[in-house]
């Protein structure tokens, strides 16, 4: 039901909020990979909004651009000098890339524009949770645009295959897992 589904965005948008508050304090200028609509950038307080939000779809980014600065952009060619940010964010978008076999190439270009001793913040379904192997089930089978709408190239992510990749670009990373 919407109100379920409504609910949820509103709970995910709070969590990941909390958990960007530390880092956005302390950052210039943050790019927000797959910027999307920029549900996220418009939760933030309007004089704290200081996301440069790149995606590939010039009708989300019409959406985004009232939360952010928006630009046309791939995420495995960023339009940004190498070392530019102290923040990179990728929020709920490398499982899209996923499908299209992105996701190193990515994770390298946004370590190429985080300056040295810099972070990643990066939210996505995991592999492991009932809905992440629901996802991928899904996909297996082409289901998933007929059922829920969306595409049938995204797939939860592993977040140990995640790390490993990051590891390769950024060295040492954490990692949180959160449900609701």
Known sequence: PKAWIDD???QFTQDTLKRLEAPLTEAGRVPFVGVGRGDIPRA???EQRLFVGF???ESFLRDASLYCEAQLADAIAAPYMSGSFDLVICNMVLHHITGQGGLERCLA???RVTRPGGQLFVLEPNLYHPSGLLL???NAFHLYHRIAGGSDYEYALSPYKLKE????????VSLEAFTH
Do not use: H, K, T
Not at 165 to 172: P, V
């Open 8 to 10: 949820f965005w509103r």
């Open 44 to 46: 933030v307080p309007a």
């Open 55 to 57: 995606d590939l779809n």
């Open 109 to 111: 270009e946004c370590a």
């Open 136 to 138: 991928n089930a899904m």
């Open 165 to 172: 990749i990051c590891e390769r670009s950024y060295g040492q």
